[in-house]
């Protein structure tokens, strides 16, 4: 069970690779928010499934950080972007 | 045994969505289409992988039940970032794909500007 | 006992990507989200090296609250810099082409 855990953790946290592919060429920063989004909701399921992998209760709650706050950034740009930030 | 089975199934499903919306990303071609991926192909990748966890710890572990906060947290804040990015990149100009072929918005816009 | 080291080398490998991003990009919100990248990849070799609590301050400051101060930081320079206009020049999509 734990060797399973394992293997959909490397295999959820290798998808980050090509979501940087996205975030290298993206040619505007539209396309770079979305895919760091991606990245960020990818790198919490690796998390959780380290945690589960390596029988740590106490990693689960970078996840839930990561997940609800990552987008926080999201925000803040689409309201630059649509009417400025003053 | 069975319930390794099962969890290698849900997983290996959210996986291949996970791919599949990541590949999406990298493959289209404006940000209009990459929203699409980023929103619905994820989500539906990661659903399967957090219910995997549930069904290999239990819904009453701290495993699970995390996973069930973070797929609640996932599925309401997702969407609405996306949406909010979407429409401040609609009203700043970011242009769409010269094949691109309807553009509703602005079709709404024009009607009620005519009218 | 590999997958420890597996995930290891791949955050490792992540996190130079994403480092070479962040100086590589020749724009300043793009390379805020390539530095919000490094944070998020950052927590995870934190998280696989053993250590959940640099990982929590990684996340929070790392992550989520530099890259937000750095996008409100251009946010406001530029809105100083482009404002209405002394050329009476039109908020449009032609002056926008450096941000978006």
Redesign the interface.
């Known amino acids: 069970m734990t060797a399973l855990y394992a293997v959909v953790a490397i295999a959820e946290t290798s998808l980050i690779a090509l979501a940087m592919v996205r975030l290298a060429l993206g040619p505007t920063v539209s396309d770079r928010i979305v895919a760091l989004n991606t990245a960020a909701a990818q790198a919490t399921l690796g998390l959780l499934f380290f945690a589960a992998f390596a029988d740590r209760s106490i990693y689960l709650d970078v996840g839930i950080w990561l997940a609800s706050f990552s987008y926080l950034g999201t925000l803040i740009w689409a309201r630059l972007l649509e009417r400025g930030l003053l | 045994m069975t ?2 089975v099962i ?2 199934i849900l ?1 290996g499903v ?2 291949v969505f ?2 599949s ?3 999406g ?2 493959r289209m071609p404006d ?1 209009y289409s ?2 699409q ?2 929103t619905k192909t ?2 539906m990748g ?1 659903l399967p ?2 219910v ?2 549930v069904v ?2 239990g819904p009453v572990t ?2 699970g039940g ?2 069930l ?2 797929a609640a ?2 599925g309401v ?2 969407p ?3 949406h ?6 609609y ?4 242009p769409q794909w010269e094949g691109a072929v309807r553009d509703d918005a602005r079709a709404r816009a024009r009607k009620s500007a005519s009218r | 006992m590999t997958g420890f080291w597996v995930m290891d080398y791949l955050c490792l490998a992540l996190v130079l990507a994403a480092a070479l991003m962040v100086v590589r990009i020749r724009n300043l919100a793009g390379a805020a989200m390539a530095l919000s990248a490094m944070g998020t990849v950052l927590t995870l070799l934190f998280v696989v090296l053993g250590a959940p609590d640099d990982a929590h301050s990684e996340a929070v400051v790392g992550a989520i609250a530099l890259p937000a101060l750095y996008l409100i930081a251009i946010g406001k320079v530029r809105a100083d810099v482009r404002g209405p206009g002394e050329q009476g020049k039109r908020r449009g999509p032609d002056d926008m082409d450096a941000r978006r």
């Open positions: 319930t390794e969890v290698a997983a959210g996986w996970s791919l919306g990541v590949l990303i990298v940000v990459r929203v991926y980023s994820i989500t990661a992988a957090l995997a966890l290999g710890e701290q495993y995390r996973a906060v973070i947290l996932l804040v997702n609405a970032a996306s909010a990015l979407l429409r401040a990149a009203k700043s100009g970011v």
